[in-house]
């Protein structure tokens, strides 16, 4: 099964390296494209800001798109109990 998410870019840039504190094995930081999810509530709307990590090939499709409404293909994850989108 393939979702599609589709939203407005606002940035997209790499993240840190992560370093393994037993190993000291560092991956290397992920793309990641941000989005701002405004979410209404009783108490009034807020912006929620969501991440979504891509493969480097992909980080050339959405350079120019920053700003604009896009659709990538993603699939989801559950982290601590929060769902999480990962792009393929």
Do not use: R
């Not at 407005?8 to 992920?30: H, M, P, Q, R, Y």
């Not at 999810?37 to 990590?53: A, D, I, P, R, T």
Request: net charge positive; charged share 30%.
């Amino acid at each position: 099964m393939e979702l599609q998410l589709k939203a407005k870019l606002e940035n997209i840039f790499k993240a840190k390296n992560f370093t393994d504190s037993k190993s000291g094995e560092v991956t290397e930081g992920k793309w990641q494209l941000n989005f701002i999810e405004l979410v209404e509530g009783e108490e009034g709307s807020q912006m929620v800001m969501h991440k979504v990590s891509i493969p480097e090939d992909k980080v050339s499709q959405y350079k120019d798109k920053i700003g604009s409404l896009i659709t990538i293909p993603v699939k989801a994850f559950v982290n601590k109990g929060k769902l999480g989108f990962y792009g393929i």
